[in-house]
């Protein structure tokens, strides 16, 4: 199966190089990299550059030039600006709260762009395993629902090509990234997803202080937004999303204008 571009390795050694690129302005001596990343210091150029590269060879993020130098190839996401980008607004249900050894049953998500939501994608997925009683009060999912469903390894290909290089949002969105790049690395061993994320839960407790709590449900009454489905992935998602444009449009008048400026933006209650 072909590896897509949003897609990128799931090395904590690898992370640790484009970390350390991103603090040198994108490049560093391989010797540098095995040194600080690989904690072998005091060896030839050649073999630094030899063994870096190796590190580094699943990941298009990265490159080995003239033999001595690593290279960060991607721009600072954290820079992006706002109104420029793309979000993926996205809600999931599963078959429990952890994973392993819990999966997926179904995905909604929708995608933001200039402050309009413009596309929608929505789809059962087979967990391959049984939904427990719990799950099936909770959102209405049962086993015979997902009996047909497509596999999540069916489902990846169509998924990455909907999120490209969009900005994730999601409400608890730990929990969300966490079980996609889960499933993502079941299809394509050692690979997570590449894209940035942003949590509504922690954006709406910045933003709109003073609310009684920040449960999905809350927010969305507090700004009049009715949930279709709650507990189903296509309703949560619609209504994050929903909220997500009061975000972006309260932060705008407070100047925000970048990812990392989003992330730090704080109103006083």
Request: aromatic residues 6%; charged residues 25%; hydrophobic residues 45%.
């Amino acid at each position: 199966m072909e590896v897509r571009h949003n897609l990128v390795s799931d090395s904590p050694l690898v992370q640790e190089t484009v970390e350390i690129l991103r603090v040198c302005g994108g490049r560093a001596p391989a010797a540098d990299i095995a040194d600080l990343v690989l904690k072998l210091s005091d060896i030839e150029v050649e073999l630094a550059a030899l063994l870096v590269a190796d590190m580094i060879k699943d990941d298009h993020r990265l490159r080995v030039r003239d033999g001595a130098m690593v290279e960060l190839l991607c721009d600072d996401g954290e820079a992006r600006l706002l109104h420029e980008s793309d979000f993926v607004v996205v809600d999931l249900e599963t078959t429990g709260a952890k994973t392993p050894p819990c999966r997926i049953t179904e995905i909604g998500a929708y995608r933001v762009s200039q402050g309009r939501i413009v596309e929608e994608f929505q789809t059962l997925v087979n967990p391959e395993t049984q939904i427990p009683p719990f799950i099936v009060n909770l959102t209405g999912i049962t086993n015979q629902m997902v009996k047909d469903a497509p596999l999540f390894a069916e489902v990846a290909p169509l998924w990455l090509d909907f999120a490209r290089d969009a900005v994730l949002v999601a409400h608890n969105a730990a929990f969300d990234v966490r079980f996609l790049n889960h499933e993502l690395s079941r299809v394509f061993p050692g690979r997570r997803m590449a894209n940035s994320h942003l949590c509504t839960v922690v954006l709406s407790r910045r933003i709109f202080p003073g609310l009684l709590n920040y449960r999905l449900q809350t927010v969305a009454e507090h700004f009049s937004i009715t949930i279709s489905n709650r507990h189903r992935a296509g309703g949560d998602a619609r209504a994050t999303a929903e909220i997500f444009l009061h975000m972006l449009q309260r932060m705008n008048e407070h100047g925000i204008r970048d990812l990392a400026s989003a992330r730090q933006f704080k109103l006083n209650a």
